[in-house]
C-alpha cells in the first residue's frame, strides 16, 4: 500500500486545521481588540491640560456653560469585515469633580445616546451608565490630579448593528445650559498598548532593609485580564484594566548601576523578558515652606482682605497646637510672606494671642519675614525705605526678622540691599511668577546678590510660589505626590542642580490669599514613615536660606 498519500492527505488535514485555529485566533483577538475612541478633532474648545500620561496634554473641553459650544470629534474606522457582536472603543478623558454636578449629554452621529454627570466625589474608581439600546459608556478613573479631579479612561460599546461599518463614528458631548464651570474633557491622543519600567526618586525602608522601587506602567488597550510580573524570586499579579495600570516592585538598594531582567506574561499572551537599570538614588532633603500668598485685592476686596489674614494667623497658632504630637519634620510650620498682616495682628488682636505667636516665633514654628508686602517695580526707593521700619517694631517685641521674601514678582529694586544692612535681615527667597514673564534661570539658584555700595544678601530664586501645590503635596494623595515628586528631582539632576537638598513653597489651597492648612502634615507624616529617602521637612523660609 502507497502511504504517501496518506501521509499527504494528513499533511493537508493538519495544515487545515492550523490554519483554521490561527484564524479563531486572529477573530478572537479582534474582537477583543479596542478601537480609538479618538482619532480626529472635528469642533469645541481647544484646552491645554495635564493627563494621566506625562507627553499628553491636549484636549478637547466641554463646560456645562451656554456659552460654551459642544466638542466633537472622530473615532477609528471599524473594517468592513468586523465580525464582533459588538465595538468598544476607548479615549482618555477628564471630569471635574470639584464644584456642582451638571448633566452632559453623548452623542452617536448627532443621535443622543447617554446623559451623564460629573461626579461628587471619586469614591468609584469605575462607573457605567447604559441605553435601552445596548450601548454602554464605561469611565474607569486611574488618576486623581492636584485638585482632586478625575482622569482615566472611557469606553463607549456599540452594538455593531447600531453603526455603519468601513465609516468613522462622530461623537459629540454638550454640557447643559448653565452658569456653570462644572467640565468635562476629552484629550486629543490616540492610545496603543505600551509597557515602561520606570524607578522612583525614593529609597523604602521595610523591615529595617533598604529597597528601591520599579514602576511597571502599562497602557492597556483591551479588557482587563491578570498579569504577571516576575523579577528573581519577586512574583508579583495585576489585574490590567482597559487604560493607564502601575504596579510597584521593590528591589534591594544598589550602590551602582545595575540591570534586572522582568519576565511579563500577559493572560493567556506568551511570556516577554523586559530589562531595566536601576541607579543610586540621591538621599534628597526637600524643605517645605507654607505661606499664604498675599496678593492684596485679587480675591478679594482689600476691605475683606486684612481680616482674612488676621484670621489665618489665628489658623496657624491652633495648627501648630493640633500638630505638636507629630514628629518634627511633619509638626505644622507657617511662613508669614508679608509683614503686613503680623503688623495689623500685633496692633489688634489680645495680649493673650499675641504671646502666644511671639512664643511660636521663638520655638522656630511660625517665621515673621520682612517685607511688606510683594512690591511690583513702579513702588518708589523712599516707600521701600519707610517699610523697613516695620522691623523696628518687630524687634521691639522680640521678634528678629532674618527673611524677606518676594513672591509672584521676578525681581526687586536693587536698593533694598543697602537698605536692610542695618537690619538682621539676611537672606532673600523669592517664589517666580512664570504666568505672563520670563522665568530667569532653568532650576531654582542661589546667589550672592551685592549692591554697587558692597552690601549683599543671600538670594534664593526658586519655583513658583506655590509649586509644592503643582505636585500634589495638599491633594492627600501619597502616590500622586511621590509620582510628581520623583519626576522634579529627576529633572534637578538632569538640569545640574549641585545640591542634595531643595526648598519650594506652597499654600494650604490652590489660590492666592490661601488659608494655612493641615494637609501637608499628614502627607509628610506618612511620607517619612515609608521613605528612607527623600527626607521632607516641614520648614521656615529662613532654613534652608542658613543650609
Excluded at 406 to 419: A, E, K, Y
Excluded at 502 to 519: E, I, L, R
Amino acid at each position: 500500500m502507497d502511504f504517501s498519500y496518506f501521509n499527504k492527505q494528513y499533511l493537508k488535514y493538519f495544515l487545515s486545521i492550523i490554519i483554521l485555529v490561527l484564524i479563531m485566533n486572529n477573530l478572537i483577538n479582534a474582537q477583543g481588540k479596542y478601537f480609538q475612541g479618538y482619532q480626529e478633532e472635528v469642533g469645541g474648545k481647544r484646552f491645554t491640560y495635564h493627563s494621566p500620561l506625562p507627553n499628553v496634554t491636549q484636549c478637547l473641553l466641554a463646560r456645562a456653560n451656554k456659552e460654551y459650544d459642544p466638542i466633537e470629534w472622530k473615532t477609528e474606522v471599524v473594517p468592513k469585515d468586523y465580525k464582533g457582536k459588538s465595538i468598544p472603543f476607548i479615549w482618555m478623558y477628564g471630569i471635574g469633580v470639584q464644584g456642582d454636578s451638571k448633566n452632559f449629554d453623548l452623542y452617536i452621529n448627532n443621535e443622543k445616546y447617554f446623559t451623564f454627570s460629573n461626579p461628587l466625589d471619586n469614591s468609584e474608581e469605575t462607573w457605567s451608565i447604559e441605553n435601552s439600546n445596548g450601548a454602554k459608556l464605561t469611565f474607569n478613573r486611574t488618576m486623581i490630579d492636584k485638585h482632586k479631579d478625575q482622569m482615566g479612561f472611557a469606553v463607549l460599546t456599540l452594538p455593531t448593528n447600531l453603526i455603519t461599518l468601513g465609516e468613522q463614528i462622530k461623537i459629540k458631548i454638550d454640557g447643559a445650559d448653565e452658569e456653570s464651570t462644572s467640565w468635562y474633557m476629552t484629550f486629543k491622543a490616540t492610545l496603543e498598548e505600551e509597557l515602561t519600567v520606570t524607578q522612583t526618586k525614593t529609597i523604602s525602608k521595610i523591615d529595617g532593609k533598604l529597597f528601591h522601587t520599579a514602576r511597571f506602567n502599562f497602557l492597556h488597550i483591551g479588557e482587563s485580564v491578570n498579569t504577571t510580573i516576575t523579577v528573581g524570586e519577586l512574583n508579583e499579579t495585576i489585574l490590567l484594566k482597559s487604560g493607564y495600570n502601575s504596579i510597584d516592585i521593590n528591589l534591594p538598594k544598589v550602590d551602582t548601576p545595575t540591570e534586572f531582567e522582568a519576565i511579563v506574561k500577559i493572560g493567556d499572551e506568551a511570556e516577554e523578558k523586559h530589562k531595566f537599570t536601576l541607579e543610586p538614588v540621591k538621599e534628597w532633603m526637600v524643605y517645605l515652606v507654607q505661606h499664604t500668598h498675599t496678593d492684596i485685592g485679587y480675591t478679594r476686596p482689600q476691605t475683606e482682605i486684612l481680616s482674612e489674614h488676621l484670621r489665618y494667623i489665628d489658623d496657624a497658632l491652633d495648627y501648630c497646637d493640633q500638630t505638636d504630637d507629630y514628629p518634627d519634620n511633619a509638626q505644622f510650620r507657617w511662613t508669614a510672606e508679608a509683614s503686613w498682616a503680623v503688623r495689623e495682628y500685633l496692633k489688634s488682636r489680645p495680649e493673650e494671642q499675641i504671646e502666644r505667636l511671639l512664643q511660636r516665633v521663638k520655638e522656630g514654628r511660625i517665621e515673621v519675614t520682612g517685607m511688606f508686602f510683594n512690591f511690583s517695580e513702579i513702588v518708589d526707593e523712599t516707600a521701600l525705605a519707610i517699610q523697613t521700619q516695620t522691623l523696628k517694631k518687630f524687634k521691639e517685641r522680640g521678634i528678629d526678622v532674618k527673611t524677606a521674601m518676594q513672591n509672584d514678582v521676578n525681581g526687586i529694586g536693587w536698593c533694598m540691599i543697602d537698605f536692610y544692612k542695618d537690619t538682621d535681615v539676611k537672606y532673600l527667597t523669592m517664589g517666580q511668577h512664570g504666568h505672563r514673564a520670563h522665568v530667569p534661570f532653568d532650576k531654582p539658584t542661589s546667589f550672592w546678590w551685592e549692591s554697587p555700595a558692597g552690601n549683599r544678601l543671600l538670594a534664593y530664586r526658586s519655583e513658583h510660589y506655590m509649586h509644592g501645590n503643582a505636585l500634589a503635596l495638599t491633594s492627600g494623595y501619597l502616590d500622586a505626590f511621590m509620582t510628581n515628586l520623583s519626576k522634579y528631582l529627576e529633572g534637578l539632576d538632569e538640569k545640574g542642580y549641585p545640591y542634595d537638598r531643595t526648598s519650594f513653597q506652597f499654600s494650604g489651597y490652590v489660590t492666592d490669599n490661601s488659608p494655612p492648612s493641615t494637609a501637608a502634615c499628614d502627607i509628610v507624616k506618612e511620607w517619612n514613615e515609608k521613605y528612607e529617602w527623600p527626607k521632607l521637612k516641614l520648614s521656615l523660609a529662613r532654613e534652608f536660606m542658613v543650609y
